[in-house]
């Protein structure tokens, strides 16, 4: 498969996944007003606001530790703004999934990087994304990370084997993660809102293919910048060289 191909197919995957994603939210507002789901994530709203100060401390714990142990984080992102309000649900779900992919990020680098290249071995997801991080770091972090090709937890350890500065990781993710969590927290809120009032999550679902296509937009942009930089290292240090 040439390069030109490769770099189609891996477009068509991240447009899949990123409807895919958007589809996921749409089915589980549905689902979430017909079913009564809606009860269950009331209680636990309630259990974190009945811890009054702490409330903020214990879901970032409760946040950071899932996501070191790779453990699915949606539930949590998706009550952030009903708990704490849509603003500050951002700011804490920003820094808390910031933080968890920091620390996988380390324990990757540092602490078991031995397991985690055998369970990697072989898997061309993280050749590939180890061969075009080593040439254009930050601009394959901010990629990834709007562009859902990689899973979140996957991301977070594969980084850590590859040669990127951690400085320049951190940021990237921090930066580029915050769209889709603008997208869950806001999202979370309005989905609670419309099961409490008893109304059709048809805003929401407005709104999240918006930002779905938005979003994929961004990334686009930068996949045709990473074009741009190999294109150049090409001409500027040809095969034949």
């Given amino acids: 498969m040439s390069l030109g191909q490769r770099e189609n197919a891996e477009q068509r995957v991240a447009l899949i996944r990123t409807l895919i994603i958007v589809g996921i939210l749409v089915i589980l507002s549905v689902i979430a007003y017909f079913s009564g789901l809606g009860t269950r994530v009331e209680l636990l709203r309630d259990w974190f606001n009945s811890m009054g100060y702490w409330a903020p401390l214990t879901f970032i714990a409760v946040y950071v530790l899932s996501t070191v142990a790779a453990v699915p984080r949606g539930v949590l992102t998706m009550i952030a703004g009903s708990i704490f309000g849509s603003l500050y649900g951002i700011v804490i779900v920003s820094f808390s999934a910031t933080l968890g ?14 397991t985690v290249q055998c369970i990697l071995s072989g898997n061309r997801k993280y050749e590939n994304l180890n061969q075009l991080t080593e040439e254009n770091g930050g ?26 500065d951690f400085r320049t990781y951190l940021f990237w993710s921090w930066l580029c993660m915050i769209p889709w969590t603008i997208v869950y927290v806001v999202g979370g809120e309005t989905l609670i ?12 679902i407005v709104i999240l293919i918006a930002a779905g296509i938005v979003i994929l937009g961004i990334g686009n942009q930068i996949r045709k910048k990473l074009k741009g930089v190999k294109d150049h290292e090409i001409r500027e240090y040809p095969p034949h060289a």
Avoid: Q
């Fill in 101 to 114: 992919a920091a620390l996988a990020f380390l324990v990757s680098r540092y602490l078991l990087r031995e």
């Fill in 139 to 164: 601009l394959m972090v901010a990629f990834t990370r709007l562009t859902p090709i990689f899973p979140f937890n996957f991301l977070n350890y594969a980084f850590g084997l590859t040669r990127v």
């Fill in 193 to 204: 809102r419309s099961i409490e009032k008893g109304t059709p999550p048809s805003s929401l």
